[in-house]
């Protein structure tokens, strides 16, 4: 299982404001570093027990070379250094998946793999809970990144 710490500022756009921002960054001199399509599936209970404490339980479709990953992100406490507005940071653990295994999330049997994940998440040791994990939501994505500097931060669009 990979671990990253993720930081990250989201903003939503509208549409309009998205396509003049995109030609704003198209027409400067960052450098496209990426193109990526795909499918992501947001896993939850019913109640969005895991939205509510802060937990984002994903599986990734990769249509580009139909690959998949199980991503599970947690709030990471942000040190005092680490304070800024609007930025969430987050322990992320990712798990490559065959076609088999993400069949078996995609058609609700995520109990299955629900014990690479307890060490992490204390509440995905509630049987109860894990038998009401389900796939909640689906959005598809076209992603694109884009080098800033010569430090390799990225932008993401999507």
Request: with cysteine.
């Given at each position: ?13 509208t ?17 496209r ?10 896993i ?39 304070l ?14 065959n ?16 014990n690479l994940?307890?060490?992490?998440v204390?509440?995905?040791?509630d ?26 931060s ?5």
């Open positions: 299982m990979k671990k990253e710490i993720e930081k990250e500022i989201k903003y939503q756009l549409e309009k404001d998205f396509k003049e921002f995109e030609k704003y960054i198209e027409s400067s001199n960052y450098r570093k990426e193109c990526k399509h795909q499918v992501n599936y947001y939850d209970t019913k109640e969005f027990l895991l939205m509510k404490n802060k937990i984002t339980l994903r599986l990734r479709q990769m249509l580009d070379d139909n690959s998949f990953q199980l991503t599970l992100k947690i709030p990471k406490e942000k040190r005092e250094d680490e800024v507005k609007h930025v969430k940071v987050k322990n992320e653990y990712t798990i490559s998946l076609n088999h295994q993400a069949d078996e999330i995609l058609n609700n049997k995520i109990k299955n793999y629900t994940l307890e060490n992490y204390p509440i995905l040791k049987e109860n809970i894990v038998n009401e994990l389900k796939v909640i939501g689906k959005l598809y994505t076209e992603r694109k990144n884009y080098l800033l500097d010569e430090d390799d990225v932008l993401s669009l999507d």
